[in-house]
């Protein structure tokens, strides 16, 4: 094979081990194989302009008007002439594709299903790449550079699937470039003389010039690794700079555990949004719980308590082992009721989040796995890709009931916690604080102004729950917000932790699960059921929730027992219809909040009673396609391996003395002088002359190839007499192993040069004792390597590249003698390559 078909090949590869990255993005494979045809295609048309020879310009230019054909042919051909013409309605059809795909992508959670648009934006993307990587590696003959679309193919698929697989997906992109690399290096290299490696006699191949040559090869690919190694390892080690290329992979939300015991984690806006948005819920947990009937269970994942005027983020905060019994809640008096609950969670296979979904305050966690604990949010975190999918585990918590006297009655927080959970940023908007005053006048307590502004949002100020609008957060956003009146959770719980912080309450933002919908003993928790609320703080209480949104979760009975003005009202019962037997829409009446029923809105939350589907498990097709890929894994590093075992077993058979039958008749050799006994064999008459040769070389090349596994390459250019001599040197080589190497080059001398070869006997043993002999002279790090790669196994690309150049030339593919084409060609070429 050509040094720029060798390229060409490599930058078809490493374009689809870097796509690779984008498999997690969506729920089929299909769009993979579509996508490599399309680009095999690309690439094929790109290497027959380079032989024409085109312009480098002219081969681009062809190569992207037939990725275009193609992205025509597969979807837009009903808007195209002939189905294959673009015309300015394919261009619009891609236009409508884009735009849908863009929705798509908004629209659905990770997997996303492969809609035409999605499949337009990564098949598109994928041809584009790679045609950016054909044209700097084998176009311009600069590989380099190539690195930086892969890179840019591979981040973009690292950040929208939140790093999920990301280190494998990252080893096997980098392994591409490397291999790109590598057979650059070897095209300069070729450029410069062959490269010794032991070709066979008779090949065509010229000679190559033993041990200069490989040693280049050989660095280049410790140089490739070495940079590969100090990429992953060396950010790690430095924690300013986070975990290194792969920092969060197997996270669900872009968290992870830092080396430096820490944890971060970004706004998961955009991921509640997108459950939120799902056409159809989809079942991520089911629990059993002790809890009472009709009793508030939220599954909290993180809270957020850092707000710097544009968002709500979690900060980084120290994290430590899971201790046997956690902590006692922040400022829970015991004087204040409480009831311990135990809860056994499950959670989907799909559903991979690498926070633990809890409920708050937990107090004691059974989990495998690799977890970790952060105390000042109380949450669970996995440490280095461990993550909720699949996971089984048992919570014991606190179910707190403060009565509204212990909250109105709670002292003032302390000034360390006031100082960090009331911090709002300069640049805040006025009206935020002005329309908190404005809401809560007349109240005289921090309580009775929480469940105010509670009121004022889930009842009183007009607010509609819209998932459709925009999710922005910052400044503007959260005044839009006031003023439109219209979004959901996020902009309820956001609005409402940041107008409490403006009057001094301690306030953040859970982002977890609401109850979920009972069926029977069991519950079972959506993606519709993502939920965020904020969480204020009361001395003697803790953290409390609160519940703004309208028509979503239930309203905590502690904020309707009194008024918000701290005048007493009759108690009612809100758990009292869920207490009773259980009605046809169970989750009318726990997740239909109190005011909401009073407004008449419960037929806005309505879906959310419809038993959600559950998880019908992992598809067969996935099954076999993931043992399918299991067993390659385990098979291509094994290629090596089984081929050198395959090899060895065909040459071996040639020789005498091992396969032979002792009972057949017996034969003597004589020698030249007429002396018999120098060879005796059985198993039938004697092999003739030309099979005794082709014997001899079989076990001749089986030695030198055993040779050149441990560490001593061929040398074509010596005598079997002298090459056997060599061996026995380089190899260290004692008796009886070297008497063997000298009897095989013996056989060989007589196959190559007497008139009448004698058939030597026993050969095969002969070569079992110098591999003896040579695995016994050599480290443990040669004989694994001798094992498991060795070094001959080249001689398969040989033979490959010997066979492609037989077909190009039996088919002419290097011959374009019509002297029209010649002319034709010659006008296209450069001016440099006329000249």
């Not at 015309?87 to 996303?112: E, K, N, W």
């Not at 190539?146 to 980098?174: D, E």
């Amino acid at each position: 094979m050509s040094g720029r078909g060798r390229l060409a090949l490599c930058a078809f590869a490493a374009t689809l081990m870097a796509a690779g990255s984008m498999l997690p993005l969506v729920d089929t494979v299909g769009w993979l194989f579509q996508a490599a045809f399309l680009l095999a295609v690309i690439s094929g048309v790109g290497a027959l302009a380079r032989r024409a020879p085109l312009a480098r310009l002219a081969t681009i230019l062809v190569q992207a008007v037939v990725g275009l054909l193609e992205l025509t042919v597969v979807f837009a051909r009903d808007q195209a002439p002939l189905g294959l013409l673009p015309t300015p309605d394919v261009i619009r059809q891609f236009g409508t594709l884009l735009t849908a795909g863009s929705d798509d992508v908004s629209r659905f959670a990770i997997p996303a299903p492969a809609t035409d648009g999605i499949k337009l934006m990564l098949i598109g993307g994928v041809l584009v790449i790679g045609l950016a990587v054909d044209a700097l590696a084998v176009t311009f003959r600069s590989a380099a550079p190539a690195g930086l679309p892969l890179l840019a193919l591979y981040s973009v698929a690292a950040g929208l699937s939140g790093g999920a697989g990301g280190w494998l997906w990252f080893l096997v992109a980098a392994c591409g470039y490397l291999l790109l690399l590598l057979a650059e290096g070897r095209d300069r290299l070729s450029q410069w003389g062959r490269v010794f490696g032991g070709a066979p006699q008779g090949q065509g191949r010229a000679a190559r010039t033993p041990g200069h040559a490989l040693a280049p090869a050989r660095t280049g690919r410790r140089i490739g690794v070495l940079a590969l190694g100090i990429a992953l390892v060396v950010p790690a080690a430095l924690p300013a700079m986070g975990d290194g290329l792969l920092a969060g992979a197997g996270t669900g939300n872009g968290s992870g555990v830092g080396g430096g015991g820490t944890i971060s984690a970004v706004n998961p806006l955009v991921s509640l949004q997108d459950n939120l948005n799902q056409p159809e819920d989809r079942e991520a947990l089911r629990y059993r719980t002790t809890q009472a009937a009709g009793s508030d269970m939220y599954l909290r994942i993180m809270a957020l308590d850092t707000f710097d005027g544009t968002s709500w983020r979690f900060s980084q905060r120290k994290v430590d082992d899971v201790p046997e019994e956690l902590p006692n809640p922040p400022g829970l008096s015991p004087d204040v009721r409480t009831t311990k609950v135990t809860t056994n969670i499950t959670a989907a296979g799909w559903y991979r989040q690498n926070y633990l979904p809890m409920p708050y305050p937990a107090t004691k966690v059974k989990i495998e796995g690799r977890w970790r604990f952060e105390p000042v949010g109380r949450t669970l975190v996995g440490d280095r890709g461990q993550s909720t999918r699949g996971a089984e585990y048992q919570v014991e918590s606190l179910e707190v009931d403060p009565t509204s006297e212990q909250l109105a009655s709670a002292p003032q927080a302390s000034k360390a916690l006031r100082d960090e959970y009331t911090k709002v940023p300069n640049r805040l908007p006025g009206v935020v604080k002005e329309t908190a005053e404005d809401v809560t006048a007349g109240a005289t307590t921090d309580y009775a102004k929480a469940v105010k502004l509670q009121d004022w949002f889930a009842m009183d100020g007009g607010f509609k729950y819209d998932v459709s609008v925009n999710s922005g957060t910052g400044i503007s956003a959260i005044t839009k917000f006031l003023q439109d009146k219209r979004g959901f959770c996020i902009h309820f719980s956001f609005a409402m932790a940041a107008m409490a912080r403006t009057l001094g309450i301690p306030a953040r933002v859970a982002v977890g699960f609401t109850p979920g919908t009972p069926e029977g003993d069991i519950v079972s928790v959506g993606l519709n059921d993502a939920h965020a609320w904020p969480e204020l703080y009361f001395e003697g209480v803790g953290w409390t929730r609160f519940e703004p949104t309208p028509s979503r979760g239930s309203i905590p009975d502690y904020t309707v027992a009194d008024t918000p003005s701290g005048v007493p009202s009759s108690t009612e019962a809100p758990d009292s219809a869920a207490s009773g037997a259980p009605s046809a829409a169970p989750s009318s009446s726990s997740s239909c909040a109190e005011q909401t029923r009073r407004i008449g809105e419960c037929d806005a939350a309505a879906p959310l009673g419809v038993q959600p589907p559950t998880d019908s498990g992992t598809p067969t097709g996935t099954w076999i396609g993931i043992a399918l890929a299991a067993l390659a894994v385990l098979l291509i590093p094994l290629l090596p391996l089984l081929w050198r075992v395959r090899v060895r077993a065909r040459r071996l058979r040639s020789g005498y003395g091992d396969h032979a039958s002792v009972d057949g008749p017996s034969w003597v050799v004589t020698d030249a002088d007429g002396d018999s006994g120098a060879a005796v064999g059985r198993g039938g008459a004697p092999p003739t002359p030309a099979v005794a040769a082709e014997r001899a070389l079989a076990a001749w090349r089986e030695l030198i190839d055993t040779a050149w596994d441990h560490g001593i390459p061929p040398d074509e250019s010596q005598t079997p007499r002298k090459a056997a001599d060599r061996v026995v040197r380089l190899g260290r080589l004692e008796q009886p192993a070297a008497d063997a190497v000298h009897r095989v080059a013996g056989a060989v001398e007589q196959a190559l040069y007497a008139p009448e070869p004698r058939p030597g006997v026993g050969l095969a043993e002969d070569t079992r004792l110098v591999r003896a002999g040579l695995r016994a002279s050599v480290g443990r790090w040669t004989r694994l390597r001798a094992l498991l790669v060795p070094r001959s196994s080249i001689r398969v690309i040989w033979a490959l590249s010997e066979r492609w150049t037989a077909f190009t030339d039996r088919w002419g593919v290097h011959r374009l003698r019509l002297d029209r084409w010649t002319a034709f060609v010659a006008r296209l070429r450069p001016a440099r390559q006329r000249g």
